[in-house]
């Protein structure tokens, strides 16, 4: 194919046809399309946009480009849940176990930190002895034993997206509608679900950050997921601040553990109960979504999606001790703070800001290649509309021996808006709801 040309075409708006656009996934994961020309496509798809038609073919071909789970052999109705990414988003971890608990399966492939926002399996990796990196057959015996697993990308599963996923983080082609929808979708339908539910960030710390930009992107989950034959509703949720308290990989895998226990912030226990409870709906295990919420909230005060992350942590061997001993999860005993620089009330944090500082200090990438550091991270200790006196901290820095650390001060520190009255309006969790009609 004459690749430079078809670039071209994207550059200057035309629609490419879904065989052309195959040709150049199939080239690019066969290694015949170089990176430099496929970042320039994503570039020109940034800017460009897809057709609804282009953007179902693109999904398409990125599932076509390995294999696809059969979990037909496991009983209980498949359904999974995925966030466009948000900042201390942690709600994958608390959901998995708590919709087993509710006995539904729940078949977890999930990624890496991408920009500004943090990855599941980052988070995993900061629990002693967890294995992400199960093959085929060893996820579905996770997953008939206990109901949930949540893995890696395996070698030959959508290998379209896992190269595609590092290249758009590192060529600033991330928040692009088309590009989030194949890269969601096309793993989705691959790793064997019979229905989804779609968590669209949406605010400063979300690739959408507006409502506008995050009701076009769930619009087109929901319309590509039904076009590929699954049920897909999608949540619009708060991302002007950040989920919980916790941002940066082992302080959020605390974080977990606590709003398991039926403890933590409110924010991040009720967008997981309102995830939950849509799954549960599509599962067809509840009538509406005010019982399914009625169903899981007692899951989780009594213990039973506990339990289940405990038998969750056994099965891929994650050591289930870090359930009574959270200091397992190693986080750097150095810290800084970030004080008020002047009385009043919190108008707004720019939450990406949060989440660069976050990577700033070593617990996200900036490259494919970093090592992220899973011990730093921060603790907001201030959010929009709450009060804070002169000096009282904003947010605490776990670092490693200064890394990064005046830069991520500063990120934090310019995040804070703050001003004399408290604001108007209080952010919601729940923005807005979409589903297939
Ligand atoms: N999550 C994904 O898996 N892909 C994206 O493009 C964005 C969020």
Known sequence: MNVPEFIRRKREGEALTPDEI???????????????????????VFFKGMTPE???????????????????????????KHSTGGVGDKVSMILAPLMAAADCIVPMVSGRGLGHTGGTLDKLDSIPGYKWNLNEKDFKKVLGKVGCAIIGQTDNFVPADKQ????????????????????ILSKKVASGVEALVMDVKCGSGAFMENEERANELARNLVEIGTALGKP?????TQMNQPLGIAVGNALEMR???????????????EITLVLCAEMLCLAKKAANPVEAHAKLSHLLDSGAALDKFKHWMEAQGGDPDIIDKPSLLEVSDETDVVEASRAGYVQSVMTRDIGVACNTLGGGRMKKTDEVDLTVGLLIHKKPGDKVEKGEPLATLHHRGGKGLEDAKKLTANAYRLGEAAPAEELKSVIGEMRAR
């Open 22 to 44: 195959k040709e150049f996934i199939d080239g690019y994961v066969a290694g015949n399309v170089p990176e430099y020309q496929v970042s320039a496509f994503l570039m020109a």
């Open 54 to 80: 282009e953007a179902a073919a693109f999904t398409r071909s990125m599932l076509e480009s390995g294999d696809r789970f059969d979990l037909s052999d496991i009983e209980g109705p498949k359904v999974d």
């Open 164 to 183: 595609l996923y590092s290249l758009r983080d590192v060529t600033a082609t991330v928040e692009s509608v088309p590009l989030i929808c194949g890269s």
């Open 232 to 236: 897909v509703s999608a949540i619009i």
């Open 255 to 269: 974080e977990t553990i606590d709003i398991l226990k039926g403890h933590g912030p409110s924010d991040a226990r």
